[in-house]
């Protein structure tokens, strides 16, 4: 046992640092958009991509073994909930490709793309690590049903970022807002098809690119035959 927590803390620390690495494709494309258009545009994407970092940073916290005292472990997993939409919303951010400018329009497709793959994989790993931390507790059912409920959620989530402009921040600075604003669409489902329908697209989204994950995961171990 004293051997398996460190190495399963190597594993969480190479995952990030290989996360660290992908995540400087889009910083440096960004750069160099800058560099050479003189304009900011598309510049809001950083600031997105870094609290897209938030729910793994939280997930590593809540499951990494013995580092973590077990009463914080639930308050760091309620939080990656929270801030989990954050992850995949900048996906979202491609509505922005027509309104670029100054550079080959192929340039912010590579930009944009990739920095909304950096958001799934932030996303998506960190949603692997609690899902493997619930289905180690209460088993590989209640693993998959939990994943999928947060992926609901999250999609549901994007919606509030993207239409209605609500952020995770917005549940302690306006907590009864948005509260109330949730509560609308659960109590008027018909009246709010529109936006269930776009949640829903979000969490197919979010499903097919976890699906594509754990598949990636399973080529490591091919069948022997």
């Known amino acids: 046992m004293s051997r398996r927590v460190p190495d399963r803390n190597l594993a969480l620390v190479q995952t990030v640092g290989r996360l660290l690495g992908l995540t400087t494709l889009p910083l440096l494309?960004?750069?160099?958009?800058v560099a050479y258009t003189g304009s900011l545009t598309h510049t809001h994407i950083v600031w997105n991509l870094l609290l897209a970092w938030l729910p793994l940073a939280f997930a590593y916290l809540?499951?990494?073994?013995r580092a973590t005292p077990r009463p914080l472990r639930l308050a760091f997993c309620l939080a990656w909930l929270l801030f989990l939409p954050?992850?995949?919303?900048?996906?979202?951010?491609?509505?922005?490709?027509?309104y670029g400018g100054g550079i080959p329009?192929?340039?912010?497709?590579?930009l944009l793309f990739s920095t909304a793959l950096c958001g799934l994989a932030l996303g998506l790993v960190s949603l692997?690590?609690?899902?493997?931390?619930?289905a180690g507790r209460l088993g590989v059912w209640p693993g998959r049903l939990f994943g999928l409920a947060a992926l609901g959620m999250a999609g549901f989530g994007v919606y509030l970022?993207?239409?209605?402009?609500?952020?995770?921040?917005?549940i302690l600075l306006k907590p009864v807002a948005l509260a109330r604003d949730i509560w609308l669409h659960v109590i008027h489902p018909i009246?709010?098809?529109?936006?269930?329908?776009?949640?829903?697209l979000f969490a197919a989204l979010l499903t097919f690119a976890y699906g594509l994950l754990t598949?990636?995961?399973?080529?490591?171990?091919?069948?022997?035959?």
């Open 29 to 33: 494309l960004m750069a160099g958009r």
């Open 62 to 65: 809540a499951v990494r073994p």
């Open 86 to 98: 954050n992850a995949p919303y900048l996906v979202t951010d491609m509505i922005h490709l027509p």
């Open 105 to 110: 329009i192929l340039y912010d497709v590579v």
């Open 128 to 134: 692997r690590w609690i899902q493997a931390a619930v």
């Open 161 to 170: 970022g993207r239409y209605l402009r609500w952020s995770s921040w917005d």
């Open 191 to 200: 009246q709010h098809w529109q936006a269930w329908a776009l949640a829903f």
């Open 215 to 225: 598949t990636l995961e399973e080529t490591n171990n091919p069948p022997v035959g």
